[in-house]
Each structure stands twice: as C-alpha cells, then as structure tokens.
Nanobody, 124 residues
Framework: EVQLVESGGGLVQAGGSLRLSCAAS????????IGWFRQAPGKEREGVSC????????YYADSVKGRFTISSDSAKNTVYLQMNSLKPEDTAVYYC?????????????????WGQGTQVTVSS
C-alpha cells in the first residue's frame, strides 16, 4: 500500500523553527516529484515548496522564500520541510505529496499520492 506520513508539526512561537518530515512506504521518492502544501482555516490548499528529483528544479511560494527549505534523504525514503522564522500566517495543516513524474510539478492536482497532514500552529 502506498502511504505518506507527515510528522513534526506542533505549536511554536513566532520566530521559531520546525522541521516537518514525510516518510514514504510502498514506493521510493527517487525519481518522483515531491511537494509540500498547506491549508489554513477558510483558505484553499496552496503550494509551499516543490522539488523535481529528475530535473533538479525547486519551487518556493513567495511567502516562504528565504525561510523554508525542501530536502530529501533517499536512504531514509523521507522528505523534509525546514521552516525557520515562522509567522502566525504560517499556521495551517501541512501536507506532503508525491508523483511518479520526476519533473517539478506546481499544482496539487498533478500529485498522485498524499499524506494525511500535520498541524502547524504559530503563536504571536
């Protein structure tokens, strides 16, 4: 069974940091497109950061550029989202996603596999 499981969310103060993890089973991330998305209360799910393992390209939403970093560890079959200088507006449920197409994918509709999400809450 293909599964993606996020972890690492929690409650932090503004200016703090968190590292989200997404562990995969049933497939390997190598040669897959990887994406992190988030959904805040009352808002649509939006792309945060994406990576194309095949083409080596990355994408960051303007709102997180310079603060968030996407990465992967092939040995652990895990992807990460390092989040620094967190702001209250970063509060959301964060989801990881993967697609067998290795090129960079920007839209959530392009991803085949999704995790269950992990809550990130940033207090003032």
């Amino acid at each position: 069974e293909v599964q993606l499981v996020e972890s690492g969310g929690g409650l932090v103060q503004a200016g703090g940091s968190l590292r989200l993890s997404c562990a995969a089973s049933g497939f390997t991330f190598d040669d897959y497109a990887i994406g992190w998305f988030r959904q805040a209360p009352g808002k649509e799910r939006e792309g945060v950061s994406c990576m194309g393992s095949s083409d080596g390209r990355t994408y960051y939403a303007d709102s997180v550029k310079g603060r968030f970093t996407i990465s992967s560890d092939s040995a652990k079959n895990t992807v990460y989202l390092q989040m620094n200088s967190l702001k209250p507006e970063d509060t959301a449920v964060y989801y990881c996603a993967a697609d067998p197409r290795g090129i960079l994918l920007f839209n959530l509709g392009e991803y085949r596999y999704w995790g269950q999400g992990t809550q990130v809450t940033v207090s003032s």
